[in-house]
């Protein structure tokens, strides 16, 4: 039971390149979530789920775009890096249909972004 | 606006000696009330809740946490520090749809 999963753990952008950060999550959980860490500002949610085929806006959602095709998977994409992106970005997961609801989050290990 | 804050940055105990963690919050209705633990280079881990019940909540690795309606506190304590405690924590209120998270403390227990 791998939990929540992310890829890449490391990447290093030049300002202006895309990239997809993706998540996978074996706990068939409907809500998946991510968010950035940054210094001194705690956790900032970027966009969420509530199912699969939806997204919603989180507090900081410029310059992110989502998509939840498949229930397992939340892709998070970057158009076009800015230095300000440069962060470590957390995804999780919470609530099942069918199996135990404690309501805690679920934590992938970070993906560590550097745009330069 | 709703927010949850842990007025400490940083708290140093001695290994041995009893430790907590504040917590305050301003979050309307009745929030569930979560603490997690981020140990360095690592996620976030659940520790404990509050939903509704007994005030006094327990976790993982010894962890409780103290649940005060009057004052909107949720203070995570531990009666032994251990060293291998030292980490960050995190407090935050709400549910599965919008969850208000503290800016972090971090806790440094010395040998």
């Known amino acids: 039971n791998a939990g929540v999963t992310q890829t890449p753990k490391f990447r290093v952008l030049k300002t202006g390149q895309s990239m997809t950060l993706l998540c996978a999550q074996d706990m068939n959980h409907e809500y998946m979530y991510w968010y950035r860490q940054d210094p001194g500002m705690g956790l900032r949610l970027i966009h969420y789920?509530?199912?699969?085929?939806?997204?919603a806006k989180g507090e900081v959602p410029d310059g992110y775009n989502v998509s939840r095709l498949k229930k397992q998977n939340f892709l998070l994409g970057l158009e076009s890096a800015a230095p300000s992106q440069t962060s470590v970005y957390f995804c999780?997961?919470?609530?099942?249909?069918?199996?135990?609801?404690?309501?805690?989050?679920?934590f992938g290990e970070g993906s560590r972004l550097t745009v330069l | 606006a709703q927010s949850v804050a842990q007025p400490e940055d940083q708290v140093n105990v001695a290994e041995g000696n009893p430790l907590t963690v504040k917590c305050t919050y301003s979050v309307s209705g009745n929030p569930y009330l979560f603490w997690y633990v981020q140990y360095p280079n690592r996620g976030l881990q659940f520790l404990l809740k509050?939903?509704?019940?007994d005030n006094l909540v327990k976790g993982s690795y010894g962890f409780e946490a103290e649940f005060n309606k009057s004052q909107t506190s949720f203070h995570l304590k531990k009666p032994s520090a251990l060293v291998s405690d030292s980490a960050l924590y995190f407090c935050a209120a709400g549910n599965n749809r919008k969850l208000i998270w503290g800016l972090g403390t971090s806790l440094a227990v010395n040998p």
């Open positions: 789920s509530v199912g699969e085929g939806t997204t």
């Open positions: 509050y939903i509704t019940g």
């Open positions: 999780a997961s919470s609530y099942s249909r069918t199996g135990r609801n404690t309501g805690e989050l679920f």
